[in-house]
Structures are given as structure tokens and as C-alpha cells.
């Protein structure tokens, strides 16, 4: 077994007083809250080096044992997005057409979702998140740690920093998606986690008029 020493560095994170902290948490709040998902791009183009910011933000993201089980496939070639959108819809098809649920359907009728896709041709880029179960290295497997928790940490990251951009997102999860990892061609040890559209949203666009839970719903103090 090979052991590593720990190395340890200083700690230069920021801090507040009270009053700024206030200030900056209910801010943020209100900013995070004006979140939304959309489903209804604009093919307007965003430099990709923004999307190579976002990206990596969601890189930072804490990770079981450090080990960032994630790959990020950025997709702009319009050939690869025709793919995944033709692949997605035959997959939704089937899903809408007896896969799902009634109660699944119903509960997805706010949404006015359907088999169709067009934003995965539209939107300027689609990002593809792949989780990776294990790394190899040479013949050896090494398992990685919590990756769902982890995976999950940095799309959420992701979508954060693509709000902050300025940008829509919609995290879509077309069902079964292995389609994602022969089109992309990754390796046996990652399997698609989700599926990113991102851009502008189209003008005009309308969004579900559905409500958050309020705080007392969500928040449990115990004392
Ligand atoms: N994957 C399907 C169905 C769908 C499921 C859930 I849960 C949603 O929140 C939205 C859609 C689709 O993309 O249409």
C-alpha cells in the first residue's frame, strides 16, 4: 500500500462582520432565488471561455477523499448536438408513451413537458456530466467515494455559477442516457449523471408559475 504524508497549508478564506454577513446571505438569497429553469433557448452564442469558468467552479466542488469523480463534456458541434437530440427523443418517446407513470405524467403536467427536445439542438452548448465509478490506473480499479453526493455537489456548483453568468440551464435527464457515453465516446468507467443545456433563454419566454416552500417547511431548528 502506498501511504502519503499529509501536507497542510494555510486557511485564506474571507470573513465578514456580522452585519456584512447579514447583508451578504440574504443578498445571495434573494439572487439564487430568481433561479429558474428554463426550457425554451435562444441559439444566440456565449463565449466558451465563460462555460470554461463555469465549468470549473463546479470543479471545486468537495468530493468525496478528494477524489472528483466527475467529467465535464462540453458540447457546441451542432453534428454531436443533432445526435443526442435524436437519441434523447426516441428515448422520451417511449418514456411519454407508456414508460412513465400516470401519477409521473400528472405530476409533470405543470411543466407542459413532452417527448420533443428542440433546446438540446438549440441551445449554444449542452453539458454533458459524467460520473466516474472508479479510476484505473494501469490494470488497478480504485474505487471512488460517495460519487452520486459528489457529482451532485458540482452540478449544483455548475448551476450556480451558470446563474451568476447570467445564463439558463435546465438539468435534464433523458432516461436511459447510456446513448450519451457511446456518442461521446467515454470510457467504461463513467456513466452520464446529467445533461446541461445552456445559453440565453428565447425571448419571451415563460416559465411555470409554481412557488418555492416557504422557510417553515424547509427549515427545522432545533435549539
Ligand atoms: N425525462 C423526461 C420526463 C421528466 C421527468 C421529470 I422528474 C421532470 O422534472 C421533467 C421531465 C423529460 O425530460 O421530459
Known sequence: MQTTEPSFIAY???????????????????FMDKRRSVRVFS???????????IVMTASSAPSGAHKQPWTFCVVSSPEI???????AEEEEYENYHGRMSEE??????????????????????LI???????EMEGE????NYYVNES??????????????????????TPSPMNFLQEILGRPKNERPF????VGYPAEGVQVPNIDRKPKGQVLIHYK
Open 128 to 134: 454533458v456530466v459524467f460520473k466516474r465509478a472508479y
Open 81 to 87: 448536438k443533432k445526435k443526442i437530440k435524436e437519441a
Open 140 to 143: 488497478e480499479k480504485h474505487k
Open 151 to 172: 457529482v451532485g455537489l458540482a452540478a449544483g456548483f455548475l448551476l450556480t455559477a451558470i446563474h451568476n453568468a447570467g445564463l439558463v440551464a435546465l438539468t435534464h
Open 194 to 197: 446529467l445533461l446541461i443545456p
Open 43 to 53: 441559439d444566440k452564442q456565449v463565449p466558451f471561455e465563460v462555460i470554461e469558468h
Open 12 to 30: 485564506n478564506g474571507l470573513q465578514f462582520s456580522t452585519e456584512e454577513m447579514l447583508n451578504r446571505s440574504k443578498e445571495y438569497y434573494e
Open 104 to 125: 409521473w405524467l400528472e405530476d409533470l403536467e405543470p411543466f407542459a413537458t413532452d417527448w420533443h427536445k428542440p433546446f438540446l439542438e438549440i441551445a449554444p452548448y
